[in-house]
């Protein structure tokens, strides 16, 4: 079964920035536009933003302006830049395609925690 990689993750302050990076097996990268989503304990997990494979990006309004999702064709990862961090965004987070295949299990996530 193909799995996706997160990393990145980390402990920052509020204000400063993280880069997180998933690998993607190159068998659905070029196929699949992708996207990272965040959880929390007791939430359901949540949309971050996605990339096509334009390249065209959308965001959730509470990261708008602040994070940044980019795809790296030739090394079959896509990032997400992380700027101006809020201890709202301490959760962990995923990678995965959109649509979701229900026959893929998430990967294990990478934690963000944001201390103020």
């Known amino acids: 079964q193909v799995s996706l990689v997160e990393s990145g993750g980390g402990l920052v302050q509020a204000g400063g920035s993280l880069r997180l990076s998933c690998a993607v097996p190159g068998s659905i990268f070029s196929k699949n536009s992708m996207a990272w989503f965040r959880q929390t304990p007791g939430k359901q997990r949540e949309l971050v933003g996605l990339?096509?494979?334009?390249?065209?990006?959308t965001y959730a309004d509470p990261v708008k302006g602040r994070f940044t999702i980019s795809r790296d064709n030739a090394k079959n990862t896509v990032y997400l830049q992380m700027n101006n961090l809020k201890p709202e965004d301490t959760a962990v987070y995923y990678c995965?395609?959109?649509?979701?295949?229900?026959?893929?299990?998430w990967g294990q996530g990478t934690q963000v925690t944001v201390s103020s």
């Open positions: 995965n395609t959109v649509p979701l295949d229900p026959s893929r299990s």
């Open positions: 990339i096509a494979t334009s390249g065209r990006t």
